[in-house]
């Protein structure tokens, strides 16, 4: 506040007179600037989160599924003294390298904040967001339009705490439809003579913790990876049970006999390794395909061992 009093017996003249003032603020903090602020528009840049998830980097190959109960939520904060008004337009989903826009009406109202405190407000997209990520996208990206104060009210303020924050809240339970679900392992083959050979011992051992039945295939394949010989096919390994693993063990056996002419080992002349592959069981649910709930925890586990046994000619 700065008050100019007339010295006495100065005449000022209208027009021919002046001061000029210079203030300077040295090592001050802002506080608060309160007065009639004006309407703005705000715009975020476009946020995105990846929606692929049984995609690369993981042992599972192309499968259908479907999430049941995947949530999207959406909160805004606001803790100015002005109110502001956003718009949820559109989603854009990316699939392929092609994008998706799906137009959606989002409009949530925040009221001005009170001094030292925080109006939230929460926007739920669940069904927009469910039928999103069940076209299977590789990611999908939000844009949030919004206006502080669309009305001009006056007699409104900012603090140097001020601010406005966007968040995301994604839950995605692993609660699915599945079908078609398939990983492979596979065991190299070395060092077996097969012209030798007798007879082999194959042990497979395996444990299902997946709340799902699943067929067990393990075929013998050749350095370009086609099929010589199938070991099994179609062994039922039932699902784990009240948390806990099923388990099967096989033993098979496959024989070179001279006294009835039969070779079964004569393929292994040529393979270089035996491929496992682990497929949901599709004889029990609906239209093949099962709803589960998987936990971080459910896995299956197998391991296979050979016993070989040769005969040698000596006099060779």
Known sequence: ELVLNRSSGVNLVTGQNSIDLDFEFVNMEFEALYGDLSTQNISTERNGFDTDFFGQ???FEDFAYYLDDPRLKI??????????????????????????ETAISGEVNLIAAELESAVVQEASFDETFKSLVNDLPDS?????????????????????????QIGYEIEIP????????IFKESFDIDGLEADQLESVLFKFNTSNSLPINVN??????DADSAELHVLFDGLLLEAGQNGQATSLLEYIRLENNSQTNTNDLAFLANATRIAISVRVDT???VDGIQKVQISATDKI????????????????
């Open 140 to 164: 999908v990206q939000i844009q949030i339009d919004g206006t502080i104060d669309p009305e001009n009210t006056p007699n409104n303020f900012v603090t140097s705490s001020s601010g406005i």
């Open 283 to 285: 004889s029990t649910p």
């Open 216 to 221: 067990l295939k393990a075929v013998f394949l």
């Open 75 to 100: 909160i805004y904060t606001n803790t100015m003294g002005l109110p502001i008004v956003f718009n949820v337009n559109s989603f854009l989903s990316y699939k392929n390298g092609n994008a998706e």
């Open 174 to 181: 692993l609660i699915l439809s599945i079908q078609d679900l």
């Open 57 to 59: 980097g993981n042992d």
């Open 301 to 316: 586990d197998f391991s296979l061992a050979m016993q070989a046994k040769y005969n040698f000619n000596n006099n060779n």
